[in-house]
C-alpha cells in the first residue's frame, strides 16, 4: 500500500483527461468523432473532497519547495491514438466502436480493428495494458469510463492503438500511445524518452518529415498553447535545474562547513568521545544521556529513507546519485552541529525539570538577543506550525501506516506469492489472445484479492490497537523513557539490517571495487537524466535531504534535552547523525542495490514497476530468501521509533503553542492518529506533511545563518578549553 497511492490517482485520471480531450480535438476530419461524449465522473465520497483539498494545497506548497532553479527547456512531441468503444449504462451489451479510425500503419490484429468488444476482451486488454484507465465506480476500479452521449448515460472504452512505422536498419518501429520524442536541435532528430532515468534511445527517433507526417494523419497529441502555429504538436518542457528547498538545504550546509572551518572532519573523534560517555556528568542538567539523545534523533531520521531513499535515487540517476547522497551527508554533518549546538544554547528548563528546547526556541530567544525579536517571532512560529503537523502524519500516520504494510505483507506472504502467480498466469493467457480464459483467471484473482482484504481488514484493526497501545506506553513517559526505548532499538534495527547487507557483500566481495569505482565515476559522466551531472547531483542531494532531515531543525529539539552545561558538545554529539543515517546506513544498501543489479534491472522496474523499499525487497529476496521478514521486522522498528521521536518533536511544538499543561491533549491525539494511520489510506494528507518536514528548513536555516557567528565564537572558546585539559572526564 502506498501513501500516494489517492494523490498518484487523481493525478493519473487529470493527465488521462487532459490527453483524452486533446485526442477529441484534434484537426482533422478523418478524426474519431469521439467529441460529443461528455465524460462524466462519479461523484466523489466525503474522503475523496477532503484529500482533493490537501491535494490543492500539496500543489501550492510544491509550487514553492520544489521551483526549479537554473532550468532549461526542450521541446517534445508525443504520439497520440485512441479508438473508443462504446455501450449503454448498465448494459451487458459488448462495445461497440464509435467514430471512424484510419487503420493505416496499425498492426493486423489489433483491437482497434475491431467493430465491437466483448468483456472478455476488454478484460484482456486491460491485462496487457491496452486501456487508459478506468473510472473508480463504488470504490472498484473499472475498465470502462463514465459519459453522456446524446444526453444518454453510456459507459466507454478507450483503446491505445499502435501504429507501425518503417524501421531503421534492423530496428523495427512500432509506436505505442503516449511515447514521448525529445528534439536534438543539432540533427534535427526526435529521440525515444527510455522508461529508466529519462535516457533518449539512441536507435529509436523519428525525422522531422516523420513528425510532420504523423501530425497529418493526427496521430500527435497537440499542446494547449502552441507557440507557433505552424507546429502545434510540438511541446516544450523545462528541464534540469534544482529545486528551491534542495538549493536552500545544500547552500546552508556547505556556509555552514566553511563557516565553522571544517569543524565536521577535525571534530568527529572528540563526537565519538563523548557519545562513548567520557565526559558523561549526571549532575548535569539534563533529561537524557548524550547517547540516548543521539538515538532518539536517529530513531527519526533512520528508516524508509534508508531503505528506499537510496534505491529511488540510483533508479533515478544511476550510482553517481549516491556519490552526492554522500556529500550532501559530510556537509548535513555541520549543519546538524550547528543546530543542536543552538537547541542547547537557548532551552528552556521548567521548574520540574523538564525541557523546552529546538528552533521554536532557539529562533525566538537567538534572534530576540540580535535585536530582531519580530524575525524571532515569525520563524519561530513557522516552524512550530510546521512541525506539529508534520508529527501527525509524516511523522506518526505515515510510519503507522507503512510499518502495518510490511507486517502485513509479511503474514500473508505466501497467499501473496499465489496471488503473483495468478497474476503472470493473467499475463501470459493475454498475450496468447485467450479472452475466456483471461476472464477465468480474472475471477480466480478477484476470489484471491477478496480473502487478502478480509485479512487485511481484520489484521490491521487488530495491529492499530498493538501499535498505538506501544506507543502510547512510551510517549506518556516523556523524553526520558523514549530515550531508553531508542537507545535499545536504534543499534539494534541497524545492526539487523547492516550485518544483512554485510553478508551480501561479503559473499561478492570480489565485485565490491569495481562497484565503489562506479559510484565516482558516474557522478561525473553527466549520463543520467536530463539535467546531466546536475541532474544526478539534484537527485543525490534530494534524497540525502529526505534521509537525514539536517537543516530541517527536528532534532535540535531531541538533543536539547541532553545532560550537559557545554552547548557546543551536545552539537558535536549531533554531527554524528547524518555520518551514521547517511555515510554507514545508506552506503550497505547502495552495495547491495548495486551488486544485486536491481537499480538497472528492467524486468524488476519496468515490467513489475517496482520501486522504493519493494524494490530493496526484492534485491534482498535473490540474496537472502528469508530476509523479507526479517526485513518486515525491522521497518516496524524504524517505524515504531520514528514515531516516538517525532512524537516528543510534536509535543514540544505544541507546548510552544498552548503551555505545558496541555501535553496530555497532544499524546492523545497522537495515539488516535496512530492507529488511524494503520487502517485508512489517506492519500494527500500525508504528502501535505511531507511538504511540511521540508518546509520547516526555511524558517530554521535563515535563523541559523544569522545565529552562526555565536555558535562559532561558542565553538572556538570550546575548542581551546579542551586542548587546554579543563574537561573532567568520567570514564
Known amino acids: 500500500m502506498s501513501r500516494r497511492f489517492s494523490r498518484n490517482f487523481l493525478i493519473a485520471a487529470l493527465l488521462v483527461v487532459s490527453l483524452s480531450n486533446t485526442a477529441f480535438s484534434q484537426n482533422s476530419e478523418d478524426a474519431p468523432a469521439v467529441h460529443d461524449i461528455v465524460e462524466t465522473k462519479p461523484a466523489p465520497d466525503a474522503f475523496t473532497r477532503v484529500d482533493g483539498m490537501f491535494g490543492k494545497a500539496v500543489d501550492a506548497m510544491a509550487g514553492v519547495l520544489f521551483y526549479k532553479l537554473g532550468t532549461t527547456s ?7 491514438n485512441i479508438a473508443t468503444y462504446v455501450r449503454k449504462a448498465g448494459s451487458e451489451d459488448p462495445f461497440k466502436q464509435h467514430g471512424t479510425l484510419d487503420i493505416e500503419g496499425v498492426p493486423a490484429g489489433h483491437a482497434s480493428l475491431l467493430d465491437e468488444l466483448s468483456m472478455p476482451v476488454v478484460q484482456m486488454l486491460q491485462v496487457r495494458g491496452e486501456l487508459l484507465p478506468g473510472h473508480l465506480v463504488d470504490g472498484s476500479q473499472r475498465t470502462f469510463r463514465l459519459g453522456l452521449l446524446d444526453d444518454q448515460p453510456v459507459e466507454y472504452v478507450q483503446v491505445k492503438v499502435p501504429h507501425e512505422m518503417a524501421p531503421l536498419g534492423e530496428t523495427p ?20 524518452v527510455g522508461a529508466k532515468r529519462g535516457l533518449l534511445n539512441e536507435e529509436f527517433y523519428l525525422t522531422g518529415d516523420e513528425v510532420k507526417l504523423l501530425d497529418k494523419s493526427n496521430l500527435l497529441a497537440h499542446a494547449e498553447k502552441p507557440k507557433d502555429a505552424r ?35 577535525w571534530g568527529f573523534r572528540h563526537a565519538v568521545d563523548i557519545v562513548r560517555g567520557k565526559y558523561d556528568n549526571p549532575a548535569e542538567t539534563g533529561e537524557v544521556t548524550h547517547f540516548q539523545a543521539l538515538a532518539s534523533a536517529l530513531s527519526a531520521t533512520i528508516g524508509l529513507g534508508n531503505i528506499a531513499g537510496v534505491t529511488i535515487a540510483m533508479t533515478s540517476g544511476g550510482p553517481g546519485a549516491f556519490f552526492w547522497m554522500l556529500v550532501c551527508g559530510f556537509f548535513g554533518m555541520t549543519t546538524k552541529f550547528v543546530e543542536c549546538t543552538l537547541g542547547q544554547k537557548y532551552r528552556q528548563v521548567n521548574a520540574d525539570g523538564h525541557i523546552l528546547g529546538g528552533p521554536m526556541r532557539y529562533l525566538k530567544a537567538g534572534l530576540e538577543e540580535l535585536k530582531l525579536p519580530w524575525l524571532g517571532t515569525v520563524l519561530s512560529f513557522a516552524f512550530t506550525i510546521m512541525c506539529l503537523l508534520a508529527s501527525f502524519g509524516g511523522g506518526n500516520m505515515f510510519q503507522a501506516n507503512q510499518a502495518g504494510s510490511a507486517m502485513l505483507q509479511m503474514f500473508q506472504q505466501k497467499n501473496l506469492d499465489e496471488l503473483a502467480d495468478i497474476t503472470q498466469q493473467v499475463k501470459n493467457t493475454a498475450n496468447t489472445g485467450d479472452a475466456e480464459q483471461v476472464a477465468v483467471l480474472q475471477k480466480q484473482r478477484r476470489e484471491k484479492e477478496q480473502q487478502l482484504s478480509q485479512f487485511e481488514g481484520k489484521f490491521k484493526l487488530v495491529y ?50 569495481e562497484m565503489i569505482a562506479s559510484i565516482f565515476t558516474e557522478a561525473f559522466n553527466g549520463r543520467a537524466i536530463g539535467g546531466g551531472i546536475l541532474g544526478v547531483l539534484v537527485i543525490g542531494v534530494q534524497r540525502a535531504a529526505f534521509s537525514n532531515e539536517a537543516g530541517a531543525g527536528s532534532a535540535a529539539i531531541a538533543h536539547s534535552a541532553a545532560k550537559t552545561e557545554e552547548p557546543v558538545r551536545e552539537g558535536c554529539v549531533a554531527l554524528l547523525g547524518p555520518f551514521i543515517d547517511t555515510i554507514v546506513v545508506c552506503s550497505m544498501t547502495a552495495l547491495v542495490i548495486l551488486i544485486t543489479g536491481a537499480w538497472d534491472n528492467s524486468e524488476w522496474v519496468v515490467d513489475k514497476g517496482l520501486a522504493g523499499s519493494a524494490l530493496t525487497v526484492e534485491a534482498f529476496r535473490q540474496e537472502i530468501s528469508w530476509f523479507p521478514y526479517i526485513l518486515g521486522i525491522a521497518v516496524t522498528l524504524f517505524a515504531y521509533s520514528t514515531i516516538i521521536s517525532w512524537s516528543y518533536y510534536g509535543e514540544k511544538s505544541w507546548e510552544m503553542l498552548f503551555g505545558p ?58 575548542w581551546q578549553r579542551y586542548r587546554a585539559g579543563e574537561f573532567k572526564t568520567y570514564k
Request: glycine share 8%; with cysteine.
Open 74 to 80: 526542450r521541446d517534445y512531441v508525443t504520439y497520440q
Open 173 to 192: 518501429r512500432v509506436l505505442n500511445d503516449g511515447m514521448k520524442f525529445v528534439l536534438r536541435p543539432a540533427t534535427g532528430k526526435y529521440h525515444l
Open 231 to 265: 507546429t502545434p504538436f510540438v511541446r516544450t518542457e523545462s528541464i534540469g535545474g534544482i529545486p528551491l528547498v534542495v538549493a536552500w538545504l545544500a547552500l546552508g550546509a556547505v556556509f555552514f562547513t566553511f563557516y565553522m572551518r571544517g569543524f565536521n572532519f
Open 464 to 513: 492499530g490497537l498493538v501499535l498505538a497501545a506501544l506507543v502510547g506506553v512510551v510517549i506518556i513517559g516523556g523524553i526520558k523513557r523514549i530515550g531508553k526505548v531508542a537507545e535499545k532499538i536504534v543499534p539494534s534495527m541497524c545492526l539487523i539490517y547492516i550485518i544483512a547487507c554485510m553478508y551480501i557483500i561479503l559473499t561478492h566481495v570480489t565485485q565490491v571495487p
Open 661 to 718: 499543561k496541555s501535553t496530555t491533549v497532544y499524546k492523545i491525539l497522537a495515539v488516535i492518529c496512530v492507529f488511524i494511520g494503520v487502517i485508512v489510506n489517506l492519500g494527500s494528507v500525508l504528502d501535505f506533511s511531507d511538504m511540511m518536514i521540508l518546509g520547516m528548513a526555511f524558517p530554521n536555516i535563515a535563523g541559523v545563518v544569522l545565529l552562526a557567528p555565536l555558535v562559532r565564537k561558542d565553538l572556538l572558546d570550546y
